[in-house]
């Protein structure tokens, strides 16, 4: 059966709030956030969509990082929240990019073994790209780069995992040194990152889950 349409004009601010609406009542059952552990094998760094709950992401984060230790069981994984507030105000995206960053980069100062999965959902897809060193400024809740991953750092970080990325929408893609490193999974119809008419296709993310750990797997 064939999903409704939404007319266009309506798209575009429905489509950024929906990660909290679908969500409901569920934010307030959601554990806290977990914090940074010891040194691991796999740092799994998640940026949540606009006003998603879960304790990586209830859309794409928490089982995202379920598939990951599914599939990667004979390696340590730990995970990281990327602090930020994953809001519609001005420079939300930009303070992500920050944390993510700061994270990243003390992580492999203290930890000189671990390797790093970075993963971002619709708003936290412009974290990442940000911090990989695409700028998000002029996309759907993108922001200018604040900080880059050292060069130091970069082949540490084994894959990058983005759904729902919205500089897909204007014409970007993650390219250069981490481009054979990055899925960047865009739903049919998805009208942020895909200019699509289905709203309900960008809360589809978590379908793909397997996948992407799959295509993590065969790079740590």
Same mark, same amino acid.
């Given at each position: 059966?064939?999903?409704?349409?939404?007319?266009?004009?309506?798209?575009?601010?429905?489509?950024?709030?929906?990660?909290?609406?679908?969500?409901?009542?569920? =934010?307030?059952?959601?554990?806290?956030?977990?914090? @940074?552990?010891?040194?691991?094998?796999? $740092?799994?760094?998640?940026? +949540?969509?606009?006003?998603? #709950?879960?304790?990586?992401?209830?859309?794409?984060?928490?089982?995202?990082?379920?598939?990951? *230790?599914?599939?990667?069981?004979?390696?340590?994984?730990?995970?990281?929240?990327?602090?930020?507030?994953?809001?519609?105000?001005?420079?939300?995206?930009?303070?992500?990019?920050?944390?993510?960053?700061?994270?990243?980069?003390?992580?492999?100062?203290?930890?000189?073994?671990?390797?790093?999965?970075?993963?971002?959902?619709? *708003?936290?897809?412009?974290?990442?790209?940000?911090?990989?060193? =695409?700028? @998000?400024?002029?996309?759907?809740?993108?922001? #200018?780069?604040?900080?880059?991953?050292?060069? @130091?750092?970069?082949? +540490?970080?084994?894959?990058?995992?983005?759904?729902?990325?919205?500089?897909?929408?204007?014409? +970007? +893609?993650?390219?250069?040194?981490?481009?054979?490193?990055?899925?960047?999974?865009?739903? $049919?119809?998805?009208?942020?990152?895909?200019?699509?008419?289905?709203?309900?296709?960008?809360?589809?993310?978590?379908?793909?889950?397997? *996948?992407?750990?799959?295509?993590?797997?065969?790079? =740590?």
């Amino acid at each position: 059966m064939r999903l409704p349409s939404i007319p266009a004009r309506r798209i575009t601010a429905k489509a950024v709030a929906v990660t909290a609406l679908a969500a409901g009542a569920a =934010v307030a059952l959601q554990p806290a956030a977990p914090a @940074s552990a010891a040194c691991a094998d796999v $740092d799994v760094v998640v940026a +949540r969509g606009t006003g998603e #709950p879960g304790t990586l992401g209830l859309i794409v984060g928490d089982p995202v990082y379920a598939a990951l *230790q599914r599939r990667i069981a004979f390696r340590s994984l730990k995970a990281y929240a990327v602090d930020y507030p994953a809001s519609l105000l001005p420079g939300s995206a930009s303070q992500g990019n920050t944390d993510l960053v700061d994270h990243v980069t003390a992580e492999a100062r203290s930890c000189p073994n671990q390797k790093f999965v970075l993963v971002g959902y619709s *708003q936290g897809a412009n974290v990442v790209d940000n911090s990989i060193g =695409v700028s @998000s400024d002029g996309a759907l809740v993108g922001g #200018p780069i604040t900080k880059t991953i050292p060069a @130091s750092v970069e082949p +540490r970080v084994a894959a990058v995992l983005l759904f729902g990325n919205p500089i897909r929408a204007i014409g +970007r +893609r993650v390219t250069g040194t981490y481009a054979s490193r990055t899925l960047d999974i865009c739903a $049919d119809g998805d009208p942020i990152c895909g200019g699509g008419a289905n709203i309900l296709a960008h809360l589809s993310y978590g379908n793909y889950a397997d *996948q992407a750990a799959r295509f993590a797997a065969d790079r =740590v």
